[in-house]
């Protein structure tokens, strides 16, 4: 089956691919004119209304613990946080992500003006890969970072966070051009991260790393992508929204003897901590470059127009006032988290963007945006826990290292 054929069927039923770009329109054509008239009340509106993905009744009855996530109500944890890191980290575990976007560009144009819109070079894509990039602002700032995908000649699946999806789609929409459409079949699909080093046992025939594919399982067509966010071998899997509680628990049957769980919100953080892996609207935010957030490799300088290059290129030419750092903690103590401030002798030389207790370190680590002179591998810092501080020292990426 080709990529052409599989993704109409992301669409809801009695619906065909004009419809839905049509549908898109409307709706964004009137969100952004109701949000221009009342934008508290839609604030309000909006942090009241919680979504739910379509395995949210499977994640209630197996007993996890739900927790509002991005507009969404997703599992933080259903047994243990540790408990669940453990099993990704020496088995298979699964991830609810139907909460992220999914954003189809397609049109004669839709290559040329893609490689204007994102920092990596669509033009390095064959069809079937994908490749990490970031989305940004006229200053340089980071709107979002996601994974583009080539899945036809001129058509291009673009994975984004759930949090800045109606962002991402009114950014890329405002700078469309003629001959590129752009639509959100985000309301359409359910999806999975399957990752784990015994993830290899659970499907034969896996796509090559950074690639996507298009299967059947079990009378169920799925795209398969060799991607993740925890450092371990994994699949994310797109299904239609109506396959989700199959595909779902046939997975889990499927691994039962490999020792899968299915996992939260909780330990895909910790994992993706341990591998230095950044979290938007943490680490990643409007005002932060990938530049200054050590993510340069995924900028390409030679394509010589796309929405910041002027700014990031400065900023490697001349340095950035501050660079994002991992560290780890010199002691057992308090874990430490978001907003602490980070001292080097007594001088406050950063911030803490990200930090937790590392199941797999059994030790307190973190990322920080520190001032760039005092931003050195091995450097002694101080981060400031509850008035008191406790030293730690930045370190080399990542901070899990596999034995």
Not at 117 to 132: A, F
Not at 178 to 207: C, K, M, Y
Not at 278 to 294: F, K, M, Q, T
Not at 313 to 340: A, C, I, Q, W
């Amino acid at each position: 089956m080709r990529a052409s054929e599989i993704f109409p069927l992301l669409l809801g039923p009695g619906e065909d691919e004009g419809e839905e770009w049509k549908s898109s329109q409307r709706f964004e054509s009137f969100s952004r004119g109701l949000r221009h008239m009342l934008p508290s009340l839609v604030w309000r509106v909006t942090e009241a209304a919680q979504k739910k993905t379509p395995l949210y009744d499977e994640h209630v009855r197996r007993g996890a613990k739900m927790v509002p996530f991005a507009g969404w109500l997703m599992p933080v944890q259903y047994t243990s946080i540790v408990e669940e890191h453990q099993a990704v980290r020496k088995n298979v575990g699964m991830f609810d992500i139907s909460h992220m976007g999914q954003l189809i560009v397609d049109g004669s144009d839709s290559r040329s003006w893609l490689n204007t819109m994102l920092t990596n070079n669509i033009d390095k894509l064959k069809v079937g890969q994908g490749q990490y990039t970031f989305l940004l602002n006229e200053r340089g700032g980071i709107i979002d970072d996601l994974i583009a995908y080539r899945i036809s000649d001129k058509k291009f699946l673009l994975v984004v966070n759930a949090s800045r999806t109606d962002e991402d789609f009114e950014w890329l929409d405002g700078h469309r051009a003629n001959n590129v459409r752009l639509g959100d079949r985000s309301a359409h699909f359910g999806g999975v991260a399957i990752q784990g080093p015994r993830v290899t046992e659970l499907f034969v025939n896996l796509p090559a790393r950074n690639h996507i594919v298009d299967l059947e399982l079990d009378g169920m067509p799925i795209s398969m992508a060799r991607t993740g966010y925890t450092g371990e071998d994994g699949v994310e899997v797109f299904f239609r929204k109506s396959d989700a509680v199959k595909f779902w628990n046939l997975v889990l049957e499927k691994g039962k003897d490999l020792g899968i769980k299915p996992c939260g919100l909780g330990a895909r953080d910790t994992l993706r901590l341990e591998m230095c892996y950044p979290l938007n609207g943490s680490d990643l935010s409007p005002e932060r470059n990938p530049i200054e957030a050590g993510l340069g490799f995924f900028v390409d300088f030679t394509k010589l127009n796309f929405i910041g290059r002027d700014v990031l290129l400065k900023t490697k030419e001349n340095g950035s006032r501050e660079k994002l750092v991992p560290f780890k903690m010199n002691d057992k103590g308090p874990p430490p988290r978001p907003h602490y401030s980070v001292f080097e002798n007594g001088e406050r030389i950063g911030e803490v963007t990200s930090g937790t207790l590392s199941p797999s370190l059994n030790w307190g680590v973190g990322m920080a945006y520190i001032t760039a002179p005092h931003a050195k591998i091995g450097a002694r810092i101080d981060i400031e826990i509850r008035g008191q501080k406790f030293p730690a020292t930045i370190e080399k990426k990542p901070l899990y290292k596999k034995s």
